[in-house]
């Protein structure tokens, strides 16, 4: 095979899956609607040293204003990676450990990757060891928060982009001093611009 300094690995692998417990039916891993057929799982696959949030198509953002909370999933694709519009626009989460500023100690601002609106501060990141970069404070009113019950008997506050509503991660009241907020967010729903 000839090295040509690219690999080429697929961007999205499917999986089936089902627990047996030994009785005739297939119970869902995940989810509580009782007896069910097995689920289809969609996952995405990078490369080591690539980075989802560092890449987006050519066609991002038109100069000018522009109604980020008005525009349409289709929309949303053409400006984003698969990932990235996964995470941001319904609701994913990375791997713990993966995403590409879990670790990073680079000065600077961290932006939203869909509108660009500036969310935190470096000075505001700390390590929580839960392998996703964490903040104890926004930049202003830029991130905002909401209810979310979407795992049963785990209810948290989703943190979302106050310009375009982008999904961020969550934010939880075990942080340090002063706010003693974490924000717990996704790497690839972040654009770090360093100082």
């Known amino acids: 095979m000839a090295s040509s300094g690219s690999l080429s690995l697929p961007t999205t692998t499917t999986f089936l899956y089902s627990l ?63 990932e990235q519009f996964y995470i941001t626009r319904q609701k994913g989460t990375e791997r713990a450990f993966t995403g590409e500023y879990w670790n990073t100690k680079t000065p600077g601002t961290y932006h939203c990757i869909c509108c660009d609106t500036p969310l935190f501060e470096s000075s505001t990141k700390f390590d929580s060891g839960t392998g996703w970069p964490s903040y104890f404070q926004p930049i202003g009113n830029n991130v905002k928060s909401k209810l979310d019950l979407s795992i049963i008997f785990m209810p948290r506050q989703e943190v979302l982009c106050g310009v375009c509503d982008a999904h961020l991660g969550h934010v939880f009241d075990d942080g340090p001093p002063p706010t003693g907020k974490r924000y717990c967010i996704n790497s690839v729903s972040l654009k770090l611009k360093p100082k």
């Not at 030994?22 to 996952?43: E, H």
């Open 20 to 82: 047996d417990f030994g009785l005739k039916s297939k119970f869902p891993l995940l989810g509580f609607r009782g007896l069910a057929k097995p689920r289809k799982l969609s996952v995405s696959v990078r490369a080591m040293g690539s980075s989802a949030s560092s890449q987006k198509p050519d066609s991002v953002q038109e100069a000018g204003s522009v109604d980020f909370k008005s525009l349409s999933d289709e929309e949303w694709k053409k400006r984003l990676t698969g």
